[in-house]
């Protein structure tokens, strides 16, 4: 750490108390910058490269808004940073919403100095790591505006918290369902929210067809955003549009290793899950960004209440409190790596550690 030491923010307003936490971390082997408001901090966060803070330390009370309403903000610029607030108001409301907000840890003023130091050199390290793990590649795939973020909405904003790069393709306007002009802007307004790459292509809406140019269209994207996985709609489905994307995802992601579909509000009971993500915490900012849709905000399926009970009722397959459903396509993995069993065949294993049988 002597080499790269860990970096903190200091989100605090009252100066006795921001002196004591600099001086705190500073023995500690942190470089700290201090700020005083919410607005400082964003500035600081977006002003210099994701990754630069390892732990922000921030207070509830401040000039301004909440310290807990900044949380989401911060994890959009940095997915990676880790959260400690720090607080002198230790009602159960307090925690409750700093839990809600993915705050990493939660202490009560005064605070000993050496728990202090010793849990934001944890939370560091945790950073570090997150840092350190290769980053996913996710390629969402719908056929209009809004068709990703309903379906996978929380899954993306899960993938966004993990530090993950995402991308969202959506092959037309929408014009059926609204001013094309307007649904381009809402879905750049939802991609925003999780940080995704959004491609925002013009195939007739109600009429797209894989052979003619879709395909090769899909392809093109896979083959710049290379991802290694891709949520887009089932066959199971009774818009048309959905349909033929699901074909044309299977022919123009066909090396893509991964590839899982999501449920619409036109699936059919033909819809059969075999995977159930766990996206406790994330359902959120799955409404925010249906709540980028205004021009759709009309339809039953896009109310926050449909959207909080379809997580809550699929949660009875999963292991979480809120779940998004997705049929398997295609799932795969490489348990070892085969190019070093061959470099060393004297030692050679079965990816399970045994010297005999075949690896399934």
Known sequence: MADDPYRALVLEDDLDAAELLRLTLVRAGFDVDVVGTTEAALAALGALARGHYDVLV??????????????????????????????????????????????????????????????????????????????????????????V??????????????????????????????????????????????????????????RIIPAEGVITAIEQVVQDVRPDRIYTHGAHDRHQDHRATHEAVQIAARQVPNLWCFQSPSSTVAFAPSRFVDVTGFVDAKLQMLAAFESQSHRDYMQPDVVRAAARY????????????????????????ASALRASPADARTPFGTDHGTAV
Do not use: N
Request: glycine share 8%.
């Open 314 to 337: 699929w949660a009875r397959f999963g292991t979480g409190h809120d779940v998004e459903p997705l049929e398997t396509v295609r799932a795969s993995e490489t348990p070892a790596d």
């Open 58 to 147: 921030t207070d509830i009370q401040l000039p301004g808004e909440s310290g807990l309403k900044l949380l989401p903000v911060v994890r959009r610029l940095d997915p990676t940073i880790t959260v400690m607030v720090v607080t002198a108001y230790p009602t159960f409301d307090h925690a409750l919403e700093a839990l809600r907000e993915a705050a990493d840890e939660f202490l009560v003023k005064p605070v000993d100095p050496d728990e202090l130091a010793r849990r934001a050199t944890e939370l560091a390290g945790v950073a570090r790591a997150r840092r350190a793990t290769p980053r996913r590649r996710v390629l969402a795939v719908g056929a209009h505006p809004d068709d």
């Open 149 to 206: 973020e309903i379906g996978a909405g929380a899954t993306l904003a899960a993938h966004h918290a993990a530090g993950d790069d995402i991308a969202i393709l959506t092959l037309s306007g929408g014009a059926v369902g609204g001013t094309t002009s307007v649904r381009q802007a809402e879905s750049a307004a939802a991609a925003a929210v999780v940080g995704a790459r959004l491609v925002h292509l013009d195939f007739p809406d109600t």
